[in-house]
């Protein structure tokens, strides 16, 4: 995405949509080119360079990237060279005579001077400046519109405070991706001991066809950066190209760094790459730049500008529309959007080296969706389908990402108010390659329970359902076909993430909604008056029925776990209990009991998650029977491995259990393999590990 438009703040834009890459990749060897192919070549290169050469309307609406009447989507600067040098050897002679008065790909070859512009072949009194790794080519010829400010202050060196800049933001850039991200230094060029930089007059468009075509025109076509591979095939040897001033920035020291940090990556991925010629892989190129720029400066969060923009609607947008194919190169923003996809690996899932390994299997396996295939089932243990529905079900509370906090995929969700024998499939919400949807499902009703059935389901589909206590949190795995109880009150939100793994055709998949009408069950939980009773909730209150507890007759007190004070005249404060959460009760004199409605049955077990060294409670989950506290009944989870309740207590993984006997108003330890654990009563226990507790019946 290499345009400025001039609907947008240019600032901006700028700093969010770094225009980056000519990610021109070899020549592609095809056919000779058909007419339109001939006609859509000089076409781009007059948008880019020579836009006066275009009638009117044409070069209106290539500046405002709008859409044909034929639905065909005006690229960006980065596709348009990219077509143009993927298929030059394709073009006849009149169209390349054409094309190369403004681009030349053939200069691109093997002992070609790699200088592809024209404009700006040879800068006006050119000086170099070498630095540990790289050698920067400058003017401060002010006849150059090349040229940098001669100003030499800080330091006083001889050399132009903003090649001094440039020269420290790539050795910083050089330091992380090579140095310490352990990515291998691009390829020199022959007769090069050093990676070349040149220094031109990007964003006030020196490389176009009149030097005095400026100001506005100038504004929708210029560049931020480029990286020009120089051979006709990979690996290519390179050099880079950053602006002379970076004015557009705030701080123009940030500019240069975070474009330098996008195209050094584009340098290291030419060196490297061994796969097809394709607008396919895209993604791969500018998804893994994108994520650099952001491990470089990681305040500037850049790239949060193509996951959402400013519309919910707008497919440019990753979040907006991410049921898209990864491979679809229609929209300008997505192949930078994909960043998400590297910080799906490297920081939600904690494969840190996940993009040196994508690359390093791309040099073995030729091209990029399978690299992403090699990676997924080496390095995580999943198939692409199980990758994507797990990509997808992360978004939705985001835990794990880094700018969590900023993330507002809800904002683009499919909205689905439940109805009875609903029906959702894919060909009302279509799946491309290698993508989800989620959908986000609501009710108005609070007595009824959502059951989510799968109907056809392809093999490159998968399913997966979460029921949530608030919008994005606190949620939990439903199976398919297993009840929502709760759902409008405990749950006001259901989410069910759709995701294709096919890298080859779009999926099928397809689920059904059932609500049910459920009647309140009154339960009664034993207590002893006038003191304190520590009580387990093995089912979730009725939240909707006004009372939760029968308090004002029986109960001077409660308090729900973790502490949270409540009485008579503020039962708010009960609003989030649920099954397994533990309360404090003071019942009044004489009373005997507490009773309480809930919708949901009691279970044969569950399951608690205990963070390391928190306090946590368990609890039984019948309503009736006593559980035997023993091997049989209780174990723990660490990890990949279960425990018996004897080996965990032994080595000190959890705690003693501890209930509290109001009779004594004392707290007392359970022994293992002698006592049991009484309905409705909570127990505290704390762990040394992250661990789960089952007690089960």
Same mark, same amino acid.
């Given at each position: 995405m290499d345009e400025l438009s001039?609907?947008?703040?240019?600032?901006?834009?700028?700093?969010?949509?770094?225009?980056?890459?000519?990610?021109?990749?070899?020549?592609?060897?095809?056919?000779?080119a058909d007419d339109e192919m001939n006609r859509k070549a000089i076409e781009y290169a007059y948008s880019i360079f020579a836009p006066e050469k275009l009638e009117t309307d044409t070069a209106a609406r290539y500046a405002a990237r709008a859409t044909t009447s034929t639905g065909e989507a005006v690229p960006d600067t980065t596709m348009r060279l990219f077509y143009i040098f993927q298929h030059w050897n394709s073009f006849d002679d009149a169209t390349k005579a054409a094309v190369s008065v403004y681009v030349n790909p053939d200069a691109l070859k093997s002992g070609g001077d790699g200088r592809v512009l024209?404009?700006?072949?040879?800068?006006? +009194?050119?000086?170099?400046?070498?630095?540990?790794?790289?050698k920067i080519y400058y003017t401060i010829d002010t006849s150059d519109r090349n040229a940098v400010s001669s100003t030499d202050t800080n330091p006083s060196n001889g050399i132009p405070d903003y090649v001094d800049n440039v020269a420290t933001a790539l050795e910083s850039v050089y330091a992380l991706e090579i140095t310490d991200l352990g990515f291998p230094a691009p390829p020199n060029e022959s007769g090069q001991s050093k990676y070349r930089v040149m220094i031109w007059g990007l964003l006030n468009c020196a490389y176009t066809s009149e030097p005095e075509w400026v100001g506005d025109s100038c504004s929708t076509n210029s560049l931020l950066g480029f990286t020009m591979p120089?051979?006709?095939?990979?690996?290519?040897?390179?050099?880079?190209?950053?602006?002379?001033?970076?004015?557009?920035? +705030?701080?123009p020291v940030e500019g240069v760094t975070m474009t330098a940090a996008h195209e050094f990556m584009h340098a290291i991925q030419f060196g490297r790459y061994n796969g097809p010629d394709s607008s396919d892989d895209l993604w791969y190129f500018e998804s893994q730049a994108v994520w650099i720029e952001d491990e470089v400066l990681d305040d500037s969060n850049d790239y949060l500008y193509y996951l959402q923009g400013t519309s919910t609607t707008d497919c440019e947008y990753w979040f907006n529309c991410s049921n898209i194919s990864l491979y679809n190169d229609s929209y300008s923003f997505r192949p930078y959007g994909s960043a998400i996809l590297m910080k799906y690996l490297t920081e939600y899932k904690g494969v840190t080296s996940a993009v040196l390994d994508l690359q390093d299997y791309s040099v073995t396996t030729g091209d990029a969706r399978t690299s992403l295939s090699t990676f997924a089932s080496e390095k995580l243990g999943l198939n692409l389908t199980d990758m994507f529905l797990d990509f997808g079900v992360s978004l939705i509370?985001?835990?794990?990402?880094?700018?969590?906090?900023?993330?507002?995929?809800?904002?683009?969700?499919?909205?689905?108010?439940?109805?009875?024998?609903?029906?959702?499939?894919?060909?009302s919400y279509p799946a491309g390659k290698l993508s989800y949807n989620t959908f986000e499902i609501t009710?108005?009703?609070?007595?009824? @329970?959502?059951?989510?059935? @799968?109907?056809?389901?392809? +093999?490159?589909a998968r399913l997966r359902i979460l029921k949530c206590t608030s919008r994005r949190s606190s949620c939990a795995a439903v199976d398919v076909g297993t009840a929502i109880g709760n759902f409008g009150s405990t749950y006001p939100y259901v989410y069910v993430v759709a995701a294709n793994g096919s890298s080859a055709i779009n999926s099928l998949y397809s689920f059904t909604l059932s609500l049910t009408s459920r009647t309140a069950k009154t339960y009664t939980i034993p207590v002893t008056a006038q003191k304190w009773n520590l009580i387990f909730l093995p089912v979730p209150p009725n939240l909707d029925s006004g009372t939760v507890f029968d308090?004002?007759?029986?109960?001077?007190?409660?308090?729900?776990?973790?502490?949270?004070?409540?009485?008579? +005249?503020?039962?708010?404060?009960?609003?989030?209990?649920?099954?397994?959460?533990?309360?404090?009760?003071?019942?009044?004199?004489?009373?005997t009991a507490l009773s309480f409605s809930a919708y949901d049955e009691a279970k044969d077990s569950l399951t608690f998650e205990l963070a390391a060294g928190e306090w946590g409670v368990v609890g039984n989950p019948s309503v009736t029977s006593e559980v035997p506290f023993d091997d049989d009944h209780v174990s723990i989870i660490k990890g990949a491995t279960t425990y018996s309740l004897s080996d965990a207590l032994s080595d000190k993984i959890v705690s003693a259990f501890y209930y509290y006997d109001p009779s004594d108003s004392a707290y007392k330890t359970l022994t293992n393999g002698i006592d049991s654990i009484e309905p409705w009563t909570a127990c505290l226990v704390k762990s040394s590990e992250d661990v789960s507790i089952t007690i089960s019946q």
């Open positions: 001039k609907s947008c703040d240019v600032k901006r834009f700028v700093s969010v949509a770094l225009i980056l890459c000519a990610c021109v990749l070899a020549t592609a060897r095809i056919a000779l024209p404009r700006v072949a040879e800068m006006k +009194s050119e000086t170099t400046y070498e630095t540990t790794h790289f120089l051979d006709d095939d990979y690996p290519f040897t390179s050099y880079l190209a950053l602006d002379n001033t970076y004015s557009v920035y +705030s701080s509370d985001c835990t794990g990402y880094r700018d969590c906090d900023s993330y507002k995929p809800q904002n683009a969700y499919k909205k689905i108010t439940a109805s009875d024998g609903l029906l959702v499939n894919s060909s009710t108005s009703s609070v007595n009824k @329970a959502l059951t989510i059935t @799968a109907g056809t389901i392809d +093999s490159n308090s004002k007759k029986s109960s001077r007190y409660l308090y729900s776990l973790p502490y949270v004070y409540w009485d008579d +005249s503020n039962q708010t404060e009960l609003g989030t209990l649920n099954a397994g959460n533990g309360v404090w009760a003071y019942p009044a004199e004489g009373a």
